[in-house]
């Protein structure tokens, strides 16, 4: 019996990933290259696009002769990509700029305008929350500022859509990185031209949206050979990394919450067609022509746990840190953390936004304040996932994936705070195999999104205890309060 493997490209903000699989989900191989983050100014955080493509190649070779797999046993490579990327680029393809990611707030200023002046007739077109992380804000400080790439550009695009203009000379984006730019009409679902006007740029200089199941054939020759594929091996192109790791841990049907914890964290939730909500608080971000991902993105995740351990001059592993949190009981004894200490995206949107911790006093140690960063963080994605039952209604299940999620610790925490039994994916590549299954479904190799349910590797789910919950739903009032009240003073 012949052997099929597919591959899950994953472009993330701190690294590229190439991920094999077979058809079950099993990990055969994976291959990382960790990505440089430049910072010109404060505030401003760029990457260098052709550093990320030649990561990418590196990656899919080191995966394939990890995995030790012939190029006849190779079905696909599909994308997962960052969100909100921006590189102006000149008429030969070159870039102008570097890639202006997710966390480069320069258009703090402009985002803030806008929402005093079209904040609901945009979200209503878009779903997008305005901040300075959407290229809509970016672009219109680019023009604002006179500057000089956006000046000279011809086109305007993601990394992932540079990438796939590297290897296939194709203009493609599929519907949620389009959606993700923030000029993208969720109605239309094509490109919006009142926002279009707005930045100062036409739908020319703008890809083409497709759908992600969308199939791209004849790769440059010198790019399959440095891979080690097969030139006519098709490739999918796959979707944003929110959306994918939704679908490649299982959550996808309603009820079914999904939690990325990394650096950074989201809450998402599938449903079916566009929904938003009056507050803004969260996304919703077109994936198919029928089904969108409705949630929050948070700026401050496991960065706040590494900050206070860097702050503490502790020397331990992450394990040995966070394990301090187990001497101290559900509370931290009265020390509440808002963990704002990045800006915030969901449930604030305002990237002024400040940590803070409440109820210091003398008997707090070193594990009271790691337990309160562990809570804080887990607060937060509770906030705005109560955002998400709005919109939803209560979730029946939550999926985790991310670097959080292999602490035993933090994911009984969750499991209390939500009061929910939390599940958790063998594989830590979720996005990576969500842009596989989507590669399988593009080809016929898979009947349906729905069908990677039955092609997880899941571990025993977690359960809440009970107790815990009871003293967690006291505690999450007092801390509902204090974002209420400290967030007028940001």
Known sequence: MSREFVIGLDLGTTSV????????????????????????????????????????????RNSIEKANIQRSELLTIAFSSA???LICLGEDHQPLSNALIWADGRSSEQAEKLKHLKKVEIFKKTGVPLHPMSPLSKLVWMKEENYDPYLNAYLFLSIKEYILLKWFDQR???????????????????????????????????SVVVPPTEVLTGINEGVANEMGISSDLPFVIGAADGQLANL???????GEVAITAGTSGAIRQFANGFKITDKHETFSYTFTKDYSIIGGPTNNGGIALQWLKELLNDHGSFDEFTGEAKKVAPGAEGLIFLPYINGERAPLWNQQARGNFFGMNVTHKKE?????VLEGITFNLYQIGQSLENLAGAPDKIYVNGGLSRSDLWLQMLADVFGKEVYVSESHH?????????????????????????NIPMGSPIKPNE????????????????????AKHF
């Open 17 to 60: 990933k190439a991920v094999v699989f077979d058809l079950k989900g099993n990990v055969i191989s994976e291959s990382e290259e960790m990505i440089t983050s430049i910072y010109p100014q404060q505030g401003w955080v760029e990457q260098d696009p052709n550093q990320i493509e030649r990561f990418a190649v590196q990656a899919v």
């Open 172 to 206: 493609v984006v599929d519907y949620s990185m389009a959606a993700a730019t923030g000029l993208f009409n969720a109605h239309t679902l094509d490109w919006d031209g009142e926002l279009l006007e707005l930045t100062g740029i036409k739908k020319e200089q703008l």
């Open 467 to 486: 107790n815990n919950h009871k003293i967690y739903v006291k505690i999450y009032q007092k801390y509902a309060l204090l974002v209420r009240d400290i």
């Open 430 to 454: 979720s996005a990576a195999w969500g842009a596989a299954w989507t590669g399988l479904v593009a080809l016929d190799k898979a009947s349906s999104f729905e069908k990677i349910k039955e």
């Open 368 to 372: 009271h304040f790691v337990r309160s």
């Open 83 to 85: 969100m909100h990327s």
């Open 248 to 254: 490649g841990i299982g959550a996808i049907s309603p």
